[in-house]
């Protein structure tokens, strides 16, 4: 049976999901400045296309590799204790990629940017997991799940104008410092950092700090789906100001109309799962990636911009439906004992695919000297996510034996 908290316990329940919530928001556009300010990056340090894809790439190398011992030390150390260290951590390496003087030594700090950053994700979702019960947890984590993309959306109307009016140096300086802020503001709303936020009895059948292998399909199906998140926001403001010739201020309407979607989608995912997809979440995600993979391929036959975008932005909406209903189908699944590492495992995959996308486009697209074969192998990989996600077992841990 549930233990369900006092009622006076609801509010700091919806504080701790704001508190995420804005957290992830600040790091996405942390994060995505580099993305935005790629092509100004290159002209400074005279980088070819595959060096650009390692410049996006750099950051995923390391907060990948971050994922599965960052999920650890939340489990160890708990949620708010590592929240404050990671904020700290990448709004200082943020900061001092305003200082890079060589390709060598901006690689380098977005390695160290990297590993900062990495544990936020698993502290963030276990307090959220931490804070809602059962019946709530899905939708919770899906709303946790939409300030990704909204930070995507809104990291260029904050960026790109300060790129324009301080240069590529002095954005990171100033995004760097608004984190910095934010740490004051998360630790004097969480005091004291060594009691959790209130907690809620898992309601699974799991044992007790036993791994649960199901995660490895979401890992999967997070994988595919990142793949085409992280090689479209690293190298879309590229495409827009090289191949189509936009400039700056063009791409700042542009650039965030799928994050919007995105957003869209991530926060409806955990509600449509609930509402029309309980008992059959599985069936979801998957239709989902499906319907992704016919919009990737729609983008990579369209000639003109407009069908490209419009492709774009529906597949955005798919896909993070997808995204949005793994981790809020995982949040209802895993016990809360490992569940920081369990989360990290199914980041991990993500990451990867963030690792990889910038460079494998990065080569494409010097390959080929266009970026219509990278639409064609974003299109194979929406395919692998619907292909693991068929393989997500949906049985009680008594019956999987």
Same mark, same amino acid.
């Given at each position: ?42 002209? +400074? ?15 995923? #190398? ?45 690689? %380098?700090?977005? %390695? ?61 300086? #100033? ?26 009895? +898992? ?88 319907? +992704? ?24 909406? +798919? ?9 809020? #189908? ?33 080569? %494409? ?37």
């Amino acid at each position: 049976m549930e233990e369900l908290n006092p009622a006076s316990n609801k509010p700091k329940s919806y504080r701790s999901l704001s508190l995420v919530f804005i957290g992830f928001i600040i790091c996405f556009i942390d994060r995505s400045a580099m993305n935005i300010a790629l092509a100004y990056v290159g002209k +400074t340090f005279t980088l070819t296309p595959a060096q650009l894809g390692v410049v996006g790439s750099a950051f995923f #190398f390391s907060y990948s590799l971050m994922q599965i011992p960052g999920g650890w030390l939340v489990d160890r150390f708990g949620t708010k204790w590592m929240t404050v260290v990671s904020l700290i951590a990448w709004s200082v390496f943020t900061v001092m990629t305003s200082f890079a003087w060589s390709f060598t030594s901006l690689i %380098v700090i977005r %390695v160290l940017f990297g590993i900062g950053e990495g544990s936020y994700p698993s502290a963030a979702m276990k307090q959220v997991r931490l804070a809602f019960p059962k019946d709530k947890r899905g939708q919770a984590s899906g709303v946790a799940i939409s300030s990704n993309y909204i930070g995507n959306a809104v990291a260029p109307f904050v960026v790109a104008p300060l790129i324009a009016a301080m240069s590529w140096r002095g954005a990171f300086h #100033f995004v760097g410092i608004l984190g910095l802020v934010y740490v004051l503001i998360y630790f004097l709303l969480e005091r004291p950092l060594n009691q959790e936020v209130p907690d809620y009895e +898992t309601g699974s059948s799991q044992e007790k700090g036993k791994f649960d292998w199901r995660v490895l399909s979401f890992s999967g199906v997070v994988f595919g789906l990142s793949v085409i998140t992280k090689g479209l926001d690293t190298w879309m403001p590229t495409y827009l100001l090289q191949a189509r010739h936009i400039n700056l201020k063009g791409i700042t309407w542009l650039v965030p109309l799928p994050s919007v979607t995105a957003g869209l989608g991530a926060f409806l995912a955990g509600f449509i799962m609930v509402k029309f997809f309980a008992g059959h979440e599985k069936w979801l995600i998957s239709l989902a990636s499906l319907v +992704t993979m016919c919009f990737m391929y729609g983008m990579f036959r369209s000639q003109s911009l407009t069908w490209i975008i419009v492709f774009e932005v529906l597949a955005y909406f +798919t896909k993070s439906v997808a995204f949005g209903a793994s981790y809020a #189908f995982v949040a209802q699944l895993i016990s809360k004992s490992n569940y920081g590492a369990s989360i990290g495992v199914v980041n991990f995959g993500g990451q990867v695919a963030g690792f990889l996308a910038p460079i494998l486009i990065g080569l %494409v697209v010097q390959a080929t000297h266009s970026f219509t074969g990278a639409f064609l192998m974003l299109t194979a990989f929406a395919l692998l996510s619907f292909v693991a996600s068929l393989t997500i077992n949906t049985k009680p841990a008594a019956e999987r034996g």
